[in-house]
């Protein structure tokens, strides 16, 4: 039932993530893709189960929530492994215009808001009922 309704802990739980995994891939070790598996295992796997349980027994709020919880997962590793990519300075495939780099940055602060504020709202929500 915790992988029903997601809230900001999730949110830290996928930057803690995101960050422990892609500094596991920036490190030159023979075993670099352990702590992204971990991470994977342990914040994309359990919603994801949790959307196949309730597709099979046709819970379609637990799916809502189990669906929202992979979605923050996906986009703040994401997000975390983007922000620790730019601050290590990795070199870039394709370079980019300072137009791009505005749009860009652009688009994920836009993103970042709209897959927040439902986890905020829940998190308002559970204060004031109590659930």
Same mark, same amino acid.
């Given at each position: 039932?915790?992988?029903?309704?997601?809230?900001?802990?999730?949110?830290? $739980?996928?930057?803690?993530?995101?960050?422990?995994?892609? $500094?596991?891939?920036?490190?030159?070790?023979?075993?670099?893709?352990?702590?992204?598996?971990?991470?994977?295992?342990?914040?994309?796997?359990?919603?994801?189960?949790?959307?196949?349980?309730? $597709?099979?027994?046709?819970?379609?709020?637990?799916?809502?929530?189990?669906?929202?919880?992979?979605?923050?997962?996906?986009?703040?590793?994401?997000?975390?492994?983007?922000?620790?990519?730019?601050?290590?300075? $990795?070199?870039?495939?394709?370079?980019?215009?300072?137009?791009?780099?505005?749009?860009?940055?652009?688009?994920?602060?836009?993103?970042?808001?709209?897959?927040?504020?439902?986890?905020?709202?829940?998190?308002?929500?559970?204060?004031?009922?109590?659930?």
């Amino acid at each position: 039932m915790a992988r029903t309704s997601p809230g900001l802990f999730d949110v830290v $739980i996928a930057l803690a993530g995101g960050t422990a995994g892609i $500094i596991g891939q920036t490190r030159k070790s023979v075993f670099n893709n352990i702590i992204p598996g971990v991470a994977i295992a342990t914040a994309l796997m359990p919603p994801l189960c949790t959307c196949g349980y309730s $597709i099979a027994n046709g819970q379609w709020k637990m799916l809502g929530g189990a669906a929202y919880l992979f979605i923050i997962n996906a986009y703040f590793i994401f997000l975390a492994s983007a922000i620790v990519l730019a601050l290590l300075k $990795i070199p870039q495939v394709n370079e980019m215009t300072k137009e791009q780099w505005r749009l860009l940055r652009f688009r994920m602060v836009r993103n970042t808001l709209l897959v927040l504020i439902p986890a905020v709202g829940l998190l308002i929500y559970k204060l004031v009922t109590g659930a």
